[in-house]
């Protein structure tokens, strides 16, 4: 209807609405610009350095934290919308002892909760490595990790997977899921894994000696991450390691697989004092 239409007073309202609003937007972008550092610019801060390649992964915590603080305040509801009590409505994998403990958000679980910084040593930077405006839209940046990953979330491939992926129990060998079987394997992964397999978790978002003395006393430590919460239905392609005593041949599954994690997660080599020269 064209705006000629409308009832006069309408047409002063609106009138009047876009006199009013025209100064209070410029108050509003003076108010954001007052300091003068581009502190609250909201595009200033987008493209900011810390958000790209090389600054995003010498990041720390702390320089992510400036502005995304929320990701550690937030707090799950202690009741939903409807009234049900959050401890009342439990998924399979908060049963796991993994996930013992009140509710806890998805950030807070993976870095500050008792059993992050217990088993993990996750980063902002480990999952998060750029913020890039043009990865919203797939294959638009030509810096783009893979085709069609979107940084600025995570690339669940190479992050999530790395724990939350599918136990594969048909390349594993096991003859069936492992909450079905374990029994006939003492309840533990370690029967098992105490000789295959045995070079694991050294990477340096995780505390691999203290990973295995927790799956020592409790197979649901392993469990908890690598099939107890699988939040995707593939399994992810570890890179084949070496361990003592395996075999040179690789077996037919493992022809395209890594030999070495990827370089950004490998930890700090080992100083050997003994061997160190002596002045």
């Not at 902002?124 to 839209?137: F, I, L």
């Not at 370690?190 to 050294?202: D, E, N």
């Not at 469990?223 to 041949?249: D, K, V």
Request: hydrophobic share 35%; glycine share 6%; aromatic share 8%.
């Amino acid at each position: 209807m064209p705006f000629r239409f409308f009832p006069s007073r309408l047409r002063q309202l609106f009138r009047a609405a876009l006199l009013l609003g025209l100064p209070f937007a410029l108050w509003q972008l003076w108010q954001a610009n007052r300091e003068g550092d581009g502190s609250h610019d909201l595009w200033r801060a987008t493209y900011d350095p810390i958000h790209f390649a090389p600054a995003i992964l010498q990041a720390r915590d702390e320089d992510c934290l400036v502005c995304h603080r929320e990701v550690l305040l937030d707090r799950v509801r202690e009741k939903s919308p409807a009234g049900l009590p959050a401890q009342a409505r439990r998924a399979a994998y908060q049963e796991v002892s993994t996930y013992a403990g009140e509710q806890e958000t998805f950030h807070r679980r993976h870095l500050v909760t008792p059993l992050a910084r217990e088993l993990m040593d996750l980063r902002c930077n480990t999952c998060h490595v750029g913020h890039e405006p043009r990865d919203e839209a797939p294959g638009t940046s030509a810096t783009a990790i893979r085709q069609g990953s979107l940084r600025k979330q995570v690339d669940v491939e190479s992050t999530c997977l790395k724990c939350h992926g599918r136990l594969n129990p048909e390349q594993m060998g096991l003859p069936g899921p492992w909450p079905e079987v374990k029994a006939a394997f003492g309840d533990s992964c370690l029967s098992c894994h105490a000789s295959i397999r045995s070079v694991r978790h050294r990477v340096n978002y995780l505390k691999a000696e203290a990973i295995e003395a927790a799956a020592a006393k409790d197979s649901e430590i392993c469990h908890g991450c690598h099939g107890g919460r699988a939040w995707y239905r593939l399994s992810y392609p570890y890179p084949r390691h070496p361990w003592p005593g395996s075999e040179s041949s690789l077996p037919a599954w493992a022809k395209d697989r890594a030999t070495e994690s990827e370089a950004r997660f490998l930890p700090p080599p080992t100083v050997d004092r003994e061997s160190r020269q002596k002045p």
